[in-house]
């Protein structure tokens, strides 16, 4: 083999490594631009969630404030309740004393006016002979 024939050689294989690296390299950019491309999704991926974050903080702000406003609600609420509570009772104490105050008022009315009663009972029984004498004497 002579150094033509070499050289010929060679030029083939340096001429298939080349074609080699160009493949390698076209499939390399191709990975690359992906990679790119991945990149991006994630950075804007990454600005949805800080969006997102922002957000949940608002609303958990919101939230928190909400929860505060129910707390002072409740507490308010309760204060109410145990004023309700004290009202009602001093309403069942007031009818109670009322009730008693009628049941006496009552009691004592009707025994003056049940000796009215019967002594009228007794004046109906007598007058009528008291009268019949009168007319005869």
Do not use: C, Y
Not at 20 to 26: A, D, G, K, P, Q
Not at 52 to 62: K, Q
Not at 79 to 93: D, H, P, S
């Amino acid at each position: 083999m002579n150094v033509k024939d070499l050289l010929t050689i060679k030029t083939g294989e340096l001429l298939a490594k080349t074609d080699e690296l160009r493949e390698v390299n076209e499939s390399l950019h191709r990975l690359n631009n992906e990679i790119r491309k991945k990149a991006e999704e994630i950075r804007n991926t990454k600005k949805d969630l800080t969006e997102t974050e922002r957000n949940l903080m608002v609303a958990n702000d919101e939230l928190i404030d909400n929860n505060e406003k129910f707390a002072l609600t409740s507490k308010e609420l309760s204060l109410v309740n145990k004023e309700l509570f004290m009202a009602n009772e001093q309403i069942k104490q007031l009818a109670l004393e009322q009730k008693e105050f009628i049941d006496i008022t009552a009691h004592e009315l009707r025994t003056p006016i049940q000796a009215i009663s019967g002594i009228f009972e007794l004046i109906e029984m007598d007058l009528p002979p008291l009268l019949q004498n009168s007319s005869t004497g």
